[in-house]
């Protein structure tokens, strides 16, 4: 979760394109691995025929490579996200074709491997007139603030019949996530920047396609489109909100004609004595350790100004040195705002306790010192890419390293190693550029992190008190900064509105994990050598095979108990197989149970749920297992993370949460340690404040943000 970065070719765009931004590729974190080298790049579908106007979903597979991500492109068009000529392909591979036939009817769409630009492939499509009926779209390709709404009108020619069907992303109406289109035409944005969640460009998408097809003749349509960009991307009127974009006024490079400019969020605003600061990431405001103090901090940051340097609000005074610094470490810096240029009383956009006509308003956190961390409470936050969003504490106690670069796109790098950190459940709650967001609890506003790094899985904040600590006055170590807020508790009211936000319990409902057939009769052959003395606890209905939850790559032995009923002493392995705890009001089977009977039987209990609360006396517990191996599990090789979390194959229990990279060689991850039982969590690499640079891609008029950036 890093500051964005953008490419700039100064010599070589001309000035209608310069509104195109990307974000910086994730660096390595944990141990570090090198990655498998790239043997090729499919393109699915290969080939097809479209009508004018319509649109095709495209997927990539990278083979031989862990990273997935490629840019997506149009082999001859000017630029090469698109043109009225060619089409346009947006960064999760979705294609819209021209509203007219081209010459030559056939177009190439192009992916290219992020981790090898020298490996591509390609697909065919010819564009067919279809019928006589055409329908176009008007406006073409806006701009929507999230929160917002556009009216589009669909024409209709070539029949008598006029009427639309809308659709957005090839849905009829749309959903929550992506924006939802009236039978009129009347688009809602999505109350946060979409979040792609399968495919392999999951991550952040700024865009959206809105689709009219006639209700004459499916095969007449016309797409756009929409660019949903949050308001916090904006240059604020003074004083100007915070949780908004922003970062050091030096924070670009320039090589060979190419310009590399970076932003982040401005956090909140803090007081130390008389004076105020805007509290940030070091890696927004001071180039993560680069950075002099002194230096002007602007708002937006340069990434969301054409890599020009925009209106000073603040001088930077103070920041947590991230190479030097003593444990434990934060990612944290301050700077002393200007006159009249941030709002005094620490106003926030989109933080406000009440909403006006379905819209959040802007209000300043509680004021104060913050409150501690704990799983399962519901925060939220407002930053520059995904704007104002809300979910819920995963994971505390967490130990984690991440690798820095000092520059923007440039410079040396170096490791840094975080203790005790806040893991949060993404899932749309941040992206590359929220960095420096203030996480606060949905309840009351109270501070509890600042969000720093994360992955398509995980947001990761250092705790507020850590932070606080960690800017004290260095000529007088008891003078700390305090949150600048509202004097009482308020809640975060756009939690409450509806759409993404509001879904949050849906969101954190595991889905149906279903083992292999080999893991299943492994765990059959330990079940049925062990069924009578787990049948022999009162409490154990029926015991069967299945999945587990915790690491859901493995079986479990199931045991089916009444909700509520007191549990003593049930097996947490059997035979190196986790144990699993069905919670129902009644079974209709007891005794050993078939696979089959398995599922049948758990179709009767609540869906597993990604967060479960624990006592104090688990959360001690498992502090003490994890002081005990939580420097031995980060130096093994795919682990970048290790902390406390909540048992989803016990609920009630405390688990040793191991943080995983996805695709990473690593070793197995027993189902107890001392007693305590494992969760594993995989994720792209945690990252933050890093990044080498990418290939320029260019942008056109009609789509904002197509420089691609690497997934999370």
């Not at 699915?44 to 004018?52: E, F, I, N, V, Y």
């Not at 010192?369 to 995904?386: D, E, F, I, L």
Request: with cysteine; hydrophobic share 35%; charged share 10%.
């Amino acid at each position: 979760m890093h500051r964005n970065l953008a490419v700039w070719a100064i010599l070589a765009i001309p000035a209608f394109l310069m509104g195109c931004s990307g974000t910086k590729p994730p660096p390595s974190s944990g141990q570090p691995q090198n990655p498998p080298p790239v043997s090729g790049v499919t393109v699915t579908p290969s080939s097809g025929m479209l009508s004018k106007g319509g649109t095709q979903a495209f997927s990539a597979t990278v083979s031989g490579a862990t990273d997935q991500s490629v840019f997506w492109s149009i082999v001859g068009a000017v630029p090469d996200s698109g043109d009225s000529t060619h089409g346009f392909i947006d960064n999760a591979g979705a294609y819209i074709a021209p509203t007219s036939v081209p010459s030559p009817a056939t177009i190439t769409v192009k992916a290219t491997s992020v981790a090898d630009a020298t490996k591509s492939g390609t697909a065919s499509l010819t564009i067919q007139a279809g019928s006589s009926v055409s329908v176009a779209i008007a406006p073409a390709n806006p701009s929507v603030p999230t929160f917002g709404s556009q009216q589009f009108t669909a024409t209709v020619k070539g029949n008598a019949n006029t009427a639309v069907t809308w659709k957005v992303n090839g849905t009829t109406g749309g959903s929550a996530s992506t924006g939802t289109v009236s039978t009129t035409g009347l688009f809602h944005a999505p109350n946060s920047v979409p979040v792609l969640t399968t495919g392999n460009n999951s991550g952040q998408t700024s865009q959206v396609v809105v689709t009219a097809v006639s209700q004459a003749d499916s095969t007449a349509s016309d797409s756009v489109l929409v660019t949903i960009v949050p308001p916090q991307q904006n240059a604020q009127t003074f004083p100007t909100p915070l949780g908004v974009s922003g970062g050091n006024a030096k924070d670009s490079s320039t090589s060979g004609g190419v310009t590399v400019c970076c932003g982040g969020t401005l956090g909140s605003l803090v007081s130390r004595g008389t004076k105020q600061f805007i509290l940030s990431n070091n890696h927004v405001l001071a180039d993560s350790d680069g950075a002099t103090v002194g230096d002007a901090i602007v708002q937006p940051g340069l990434i969301d100004n054409n890599c020009a340097v925009p209106p000073t609000v603040a001088s930077l005074s103070q920041f947590f040195n991230l190479e030097n610094g003593p444990a434990p470490k934060v990612d944290a810096a301050i700077a002393q705002v200007g006159t009249g240029t941030v709002d005094p009383s620490g106003k926030i956009l989109q933080l406000g306790g009440a909403n006006l006509n379905n819209q959040p308003t802007d209000g300043p956190p509680h004021g104060g010192s913050g409150v501690a961390a704990t799983m399962g409470r519901a925060v939220a936050k407002s930053g520059r890419s995904t704007g104002l969003t809300c979910s819920m504490i995963f994971s505390t106690g967490v130990n984690t390293s991440v690798e820095y670069q000092k520059g923007c796109g440039t410079g040396s790098t170096f490791s840094v190693t975080f203790t005790n950190e806040v893991d949060i459940t993404n899932g749309g709650f941040s992206a590359e550029g929220d960095s420096g967001s203030l996480v606060v609890t949905q309840d009351t506003a109270d501070a509890v992190g600042l969000l720093f790094a994360g992955s398509d899985q995980d947001t990761v904040a250092n705790p507020i008190t850590d932070v606080l600590n960690g800017l004290a006055d260095p000529s007088n170590p008891s003078s700390k900064p305090v949150i600048v807020g509202a004097p009482s508790p308020h809640p975060v009211a756009a939690c409450s509105l509806p759409g993404p936000q509001s879904a949050m319990a849906a969101r954190l409902a595991l889905s149906k994990v279903v083992a292999s057939p080999d893991a299943l009769q492994a765990a059959t052959g330990a079940l049925n050598a062990h069924a009578s003395e787990i049948l022999a606890h009162p409490e154990v209905q029926a015991t069967g095979v299945g999945a587990s939850f915790d690491n859901p790559t493995e079986p479990a032995i199931l045991l089916f108990v009444r909700s509520a009923q007191p549990r003593a002493n049930l097996p947490t392995q059997i035979e190196g197989i986790r144990t699993r705890i069905v919670e129902g009001e009644t079974f209709e089977r007891r005794g050993a149970v078939s696979v089959e009977e398995s599922a049948a039987l758990e179709q009767s209990a609540a869906p597993a749920q990604l967060v479960y609360p624990i006592s104090d006396a688990e959360v001690a517990r498992a502090k003490v297992v994890h002081a005990a191996h939580a420097d031995e599990w980060m130096k093994k090789s795919g682990v970048q993370g290790v902390g406390i979390g909540s048992s989803v194959d016990s609920p009630g229990e405390a688990a040793l949460v191991i943080f995983l990279i996805r695709g990473a060689a690593h070793d197995a991850i027993p189902p107890v340690i001392d007693g305590l039982r494992t969760r594993v969590r995989e994720s792209s690499r945690f990252r933050a404040g890093f990044g080498n640079l990418e290939p320029h891609r260019n942008c056109s008029h009609a789509a904002r943000n197509n420089a691609k950036a690497k997934p999370r």
